[in-house]
C-alpha cells in the first residue's frame, strides 16, 4: 500500500547550522512530492515541491533531493533560524488522478536552539 | 496574497448535532479538498472536489460527510452527526496551478 513516513520525529539544531529532514515514501509510483511546514495552530505551508523527473531542487534557502533508488526525499535548510521551528510533513501524490490525493507523512518536529 | 479562509475557527458541538465547516476558496482556483488533523498526528485526506462534484474521498469521509459548493464561492464540509472521534483540525485546501495545495488555517471543532 501507499504509505510515507518520516524517519525521526523530533530534530534539534543550533541556530545557524544546516537542517536535514528525511521522509521515505513506499509507493514507487508517486510522481510528485512536497514539502510543508506547519506551525502550532496554523495550517500547512508549501516550501517546496519537486517532481519525479528531478533528483534535486532549491528554493530559498531550502533544497529537496529524491532519491527514487531507495524511495527516498530529503529537505535541507540552510543556516536554520528560530523561525524555522515547526513541524514539517512531507506528502506524495501517487497517479492516477491527478493531484485529487495528497498523502501526508507523520512529521517531524524541527527545534531551532537560538 | 490570495488565500484560503475558513469559518468558524473554532466549533465546540453537543455528540450527535449537525456542524457546517465553511472555506472560501482562492479565486483562480478550481480543485477544492478537505483534511483534517487529529491533535498531534498527521494531515489526513477526506475528500477531494472539482467541477461541482467529488472526485476522490478516503475512507474515513463515510456517509456522515458531506460537501458542497452551494453559491459559487463557498466551499463547505457537512458532519451531519458528529461523534467525539470527530474532534479535530479540519483543514481546507485549494490547488494552485503548479500541483501545490495552499491551505487555510483551519476550523478545530470539539465535539462533547
Known amino acids: 500500500g501507499e504509505s510515507v513516513g518520516l524517519h525521526l520525529p523530533t530534530l534539534s539544531v543550533q541556530e545557524g547550522d544546516n537542517s536535514i529532514i528525511n521522509c521515505a515514501y513506499s509507493?514507487?509510483?508517486?510522481?510528485?512530492f512536497i514539502w510543508y511546514k506547519q506551525e502550532s495552530g496554523k495550517g500547512p505551508q508549501f516550501i517546496i515541491d519537486?517532481?519525479?523527473?528531478?533528483d534535486k531542487r532549491q528554493g530559498q534557502r531550502v533544497t529537496v533531493l529524491l532519491n527514487k533508488t531507495v524511495k527516498h526525499l530529503s529537505l535541507q535548510i540552510a543556516a536554520t533560524q528560530p523561525g524555522d521551528s515547526a513541524v514539517y510533513f512531507c506528502?506524495?501524490?501517487?497517479?492516477?488522478?491527478?493531484?485529487?490525493?495528497?498523502?501526508f507523512g507523520t512529521g517531524t518536529k524541527l527545534q531551532v536552539i537560538p | 496574497e490570495p488565500e484560503v479562509t475558513q469559518t468558524p475557527s473554532h466549533q465546540v458541538t453537543q455528540m450527535g448535532q449537525e456542524v457546517i465547516l465553511r472555506c472560501v476558496p482562492i479565486?483562480?482556483?478550481?480543485?477544492f479538498y478537505w483534511y483534517r488533523q487529529i491533535l498531534g498526528q498527521k494531515v489526513e485526506f477526506l475528500v477531494s472536489?472539482?467541477?461541482?462534484?467529488?472526485?476522490?474521498k478516503s475512507e474515513i469521509f463515510d456517509d456522515q460527510f458531506s460537501v458542497e459548493r452551494p453559491d459559487g464561492s463557498n466551499f463547505t464540509l457537512k458532519i451531519r452527526s458528529t461523534k467525539l472521534e470527530d474532534s479535530a483540525m479540519y483543514f481546507c485546501?485549494?490547488?494552485?496551478?503548479?500541483?501545490?495545495?495552499?491551505f487555510g488555517e483551519g476550523s478545530r471543532l470539539t465535539v462533547l
Open positions: 485546501a485549494t490547488r494552485g496551478q503548479g500541483g501545490e495545495l495552499f
Open positions: 509507493n514507487s509510483a508517486s510522481d510528485y
Open positions: 519537486i517532481r519525479s523527473n528531478m
Open positions: 506528502a506524495e501524490n501517487t497517479p492516477p488522478g491527478g493531484y485529487q490525493k495528497v498523502t
Open positions: 479565486s483562480n482556483h478550481l480543485y
Open positions: 472536489f472539482y467541477n461541482n462534484e467529488i472526485s476522490e
